[in-house]
């Protein structure tokens, strides 16, 4: 589910959130909805997961949508990454998330000074590792990176640390 660069070159373009190939290239998983001509709801995209990840990802929305000026829309990637759940705050990228392989997946847009304000000693090594990658890959004129995480327990601890630095910077 690799982006296109183009796709990422202007950070307040839509599509600047789709997902890097960090993650979604090693789990090669099938999204869920891949079709633009079937927009699903945000419960059809919970229905795709199994009871426990569907209560995680539900809490995770919960969790985003508690904050104030962040909004919600079902919005479509592309036929790699199909339909997810796209965050915006006032308006810029926050993050999104999307349904793989009957699996919750997030990728996280943190410009440059957002990941300084992380404790990375406190996020999961894969996180660090998807972190690493997503700088190598960075927007050379923002400086932004999209950060893949699997929605695992791990996973939705680091993506509310890496969240809550987005939101103390807006960009």
């Given amino acids: 589910m690799t982006a296109a660069k183009s796709q990422r070159a202007a950070p307040s373009d839509a599509k600047d959130i789709a997902p890097a190939s960090a993650g979604a290239a090693k789990l090669r998983m099938r999204p869920a909805f891949a079709t ?65 392989g009957q699996k919750p997946f997030a990728v996280v847009a943190l410009p440059a000074e957002s990941r300084g304000r992380v404790d990375w000693a406190e996020v999961s090594a894969a996180t660090q590792a998807a972190k690493q990658e997503a700088e190598i890959k960075a ?10 995480l699997l929605l695992n327990a791990k996973g939705q601890s680091d993506l509310r640390l890496l969240v809550k630095a987005r939101l103390t910077y807006r960009s």
């Fill in 139 to 148: 927007d050379p004129s923002s400086g932004a990176a999209w950060i893949d």
């Fill in 36 to 100: 633009k001509k079937q927009p699903p709801s945000a419960d059809d995209l919970l229905t795709a997961l199994e009871p426990a990840d569907s209560k995680r990802l539900e809490s995770t929305r919960s969790f985003l949508q508690r904050h104030k000026g962040v909004t919600e829309d079902v919005f479509f990637y592309g036929p790699q990454a199909g339909w997810g759940l796209r965050y915006l705050v006032e308006g810029a990228p926050l993050c999104a998330l999307l349904v793989c």
